[in-house]
């Protein structure tokens, strides 16, 4: 029979397999991406139940998350088709991946060798995007892409360019802060030099203009850790970056322009959903509509005008808000507060140079990105972006508790 001892090491291996399968999967494969966690959940599991012990760190987002899930249980409760909105509730399980992540990765080389893992294969399906964006071909699923005067809209492996824009998003600010901060030299140097280079274009060629605010704002975020001379060269350096697509690729300006706030406009869609959402939220304030019914009351509550899509409100916070009330919508904004507030406050409090420290700046660059995106799209409901958000809070949490640790000894 196999000693205590060795089942545990067995499930730590499963483990530590699982994690890097995420890493490797998760910019390309969501069905690989998704099975590695199942696989990482069961050996966290396996492994609490041949030690005898519960494995699970105290960390300053446990009880915001708590609050957030059981806001959502009661609106599914007070839910007109609580039936449905019980269904909508099982997408919210990507929140374990954050728990996974802090109990399952107790060293900073383990962080580094995630993170690097992340960034090598997405720049890689980052070449493949670039690609795409000249040829229109998705060789994955055997079709022509939208195109874009004589280029075309990248999706990499994704089926939609809001996904792959918002996702590379996220990755092109990891890797941007991992390189300007980084210390080390040779390939690891070269790596984060040229992954933020792909990665940006990628995230341009999305045409995903919400991905690109985010972008914007996240680098000028850096800035400030940095100080006031840096971010006049992050200014400038965003000037010209602009200037220069402009003149590479012209359609990413028509982009821009496309803009059009007129009522019977199918670009000011988003006006219209936001308006609806409020009269959803006012007529629901605290527990809100129920999980997934904004489609199902959405002809009760719309305020008339063109509409090309009536999905979500294209915003997380109204769509939260909608769905769990004002209640549901202050747990989950102290989700991000917490996350915040003690990662800024670890870097302040230790300031030290290596991986680690520059990983957490790269954590908060890459959520307050993800936050700002948030207010023109619903990128916390997309699976993708969703696991990769509860991914980086995790390590960036990892990082958060391990520099406490050494603070106390």
């Known amino acids: 029979m196999m000693s205590k001892e060795s089942r545990i090491k067995i499930a730590e291996k499963i483990l530590w397999f699982s994690l890097c399968g995420f890493a490797f999967f998760s910019p390309w494969s969501i069905a690989g991406a998704q ?93 493949y995007a670039i690609w795409q964006h000249y040829s229109g071909m998705d060789l994955y699923r055997n079709r022509l892409l939208e195109p874009r005067g004589e280029v075309f809209i990248s999706l990499g492996f994704f089926d939609h360019h809001l996904t792959f824009g918002g996702y590379y998003m996220l990755v092109f600010l990891l890797a941007s802060v991992i390189f300007l901060n980084a210390k080390r030299t040779g390939v690891f140097k070269i790596l984060f030099f040229l992954a933020p280079i792909v990665l940006g274009l990628s995230l341009v060629f999305s045409y995903a203009r919400s991905a690109w605010l985010g972008g914007a704002i996240g680098i000028l975020t850096l800035g400030l850790f940095k100080g006031g001379k840096f971010i006049l060269f992050l200014i400038l350096g965003i000037f010209l970056l602009c200037l220069l697509i402009y003149m590479i690729e012209p359609t990413s300006w028509d982009r821009i322009k496309e803009v059009d706030l007129s009522k019977n406009k199918p ?59 004002l209640l549901g919508l202050l747990a989950y904004l102290s989700i991000w507060a917490v996350f915040l507030y003690s990662t800024i406050k670890s870097i302040i409090k230790n300031r030290k140079s290596g991986f680690g420290y520059t990983a957490q700046m790269g954590g908060i660059v890459a959520i307050i990105g993800f936050l700002f995106a948030s207010l023109f799209q619903c990128y916390y409901t997309d699976g993708e972006v969703n696991m990769l958000i509860m991914f980086i809070l995790g390590l960036t949490t990892v990082l958060n508790l391990k520099a406490e640790g050494e603070n106390l000894e």
């Open 35 to 127: 099975t590695a966690i199942i696989l990482g959940l069961l050996a966290w599991l396996a492994k609490m139940l041949s030690s005898g012990e519960v494995n699970f760190v105290r960390t300053p987002l446990n009880l915001p998350i708590f609050l957030y899930v059981v806001t959502l249980v009661i609106s599914v409760i007070f839910s007109p088709f609580r039936f449905h909105s019980l269904l909508a509730l099982k997408e919210e399980w990507l929140l374990l991946i954050f728990f996974l992540m802090v109990n399952n990765v107790p060293e900073e080389e383990k962080v580094e060798k995630l993170l690097t893992t992340l960034v090598a294969v997405s720049a890689l399906v980052g070449i």
């Open 267 to 325: 670009e000011s869609t988003r006006i219209r959903l936001w308006q609806t959402s409020i009269n959803m939220i006012k007529d629901k304030p605290i527990w809100g509509i129920g999980l997934g019914n904004f489609g199902k009351l959405f002809d009760r509550y719309k305020v008339e005008g063109v509409y090309d899509t009536t999905c979500h409100p294209h915003n997380d916070f109204l769509n939260v808000a909608v769905n769990s009330g």
